[in-house]
T-cell receptor
Framework: EDQVTQSPEALRLQEGESSSLNCSYT??????LFWYRQDPGKGPEFLFT?????EEKEKERLKATLTKKESFLHITAPKPEDSATYLC???????????WGLGTSLAVNP | GAVVSQHPSRVICKSGTSVKIECRSL??????MFWYRQFPKKSLMLMAT?????????EQGVEKDKFLINHASLTLSTLTVTSAHPEDSSFYIC????????????FGPGTRLTVT
């Protein structure tokens, strides 16, 4: 069964303290690994799509990487405004559905 | 680009009434739209997949007669919660997928439904 597992469940950082969030997935037929950011009371905001092992994408302080079994979201020198829940999802087989992880709740203290 | 709107953002209704939520893709055509439900501090739960011009595909355990989905055009899908009960109170979010081989979804801002 296709699954997406995110860790840690929650992470608290000091401003400027870099770290990484993990997303592991079952391997069969990956057609895209997606990262989203969700603020409380809002819909998820699309960040990145990764398609193949070795691929990397960056946006401001965020960099997403992909291996054959997992993806990392690296946060460099985070700021309090980076506090949010980060969701990972993978494409699910022959339709357009996504399988979602439970998310990592990130809090960045000033 | 890829902006999705949802209306209303908040709605309060009485038990037994119906409420309709609209989801629009503003700057692109969406062959497929999705409706999710999200409980506090929980991840997204897919309710149904909606394809323009055809019947929605509901996930297991989701009552299709209670949650009516219509996708009449490439830019509009609606979710109607019929005979609402307090347990239907939740955060409902729609998303839209671009046509073609890209599978990422773009989300609306969500609708907070409270049934009293």
């Amino acid at each position: 069964e296709d699954q997406v597992t995110q860790s840690p469940e929650a992470l608290r950082l000091q401003e400027g303290e870099s770290s990484s969030l993990n997303c592991s997935y079952t391997v069969s037929g990956l057609r895209g690994l997606f990262w989203y950011r969700q603020d409380p009371g809002k819909g998820p905001e699309f960040l990145f799509t990764l398609y193949s092992a070795g691929e990397e994408k960056e946006k401001e302080r965020l960099k997403a990487t992909l291996t054959k079994k997992e993806s990392f979201l690296h946060i460099t020198a985070p700021k309090p405004e980076d506090s949010a829940t980060y969701l990972c999802a993978r494409h699910a087989g022959n339709n357009r559905k996504l399988i979602w992880g439970l998310g990592t709740s990130l809090a960045v203290n000033p | 680009g890829a902006v999705v709107s949802q209306h209303p953002s908040r709605v309060i209704c009485k038990s037994g009434t119906s409420v309709k939520i609209e989801c629009r893709s503003l700057d692109f055509q969406a062959t497929t739209m999705f409706w999710y439900r999200q409980f506090p501090k929980k991840s997204l739960m897919l309710m149904a997949t909606s394809n323009e011009g055809s019947k929605a595909t509901y996930e297991q355990g989701v009552e299709k007669d209670k949650f009516l989905i219509n996708h009449a055009s490439l830019t509009l899908s609606t979710l109607t919660v019929t005979s609402a009960h307090p347990e239907d109170s939740s955060f409902y979010i729609c998303s839209a997928s671009l046509t073609g081989t890209s599978y990422e979804q773009y989300f609306g801002p969500g609708t907070r439904l409270t049934v009293t």
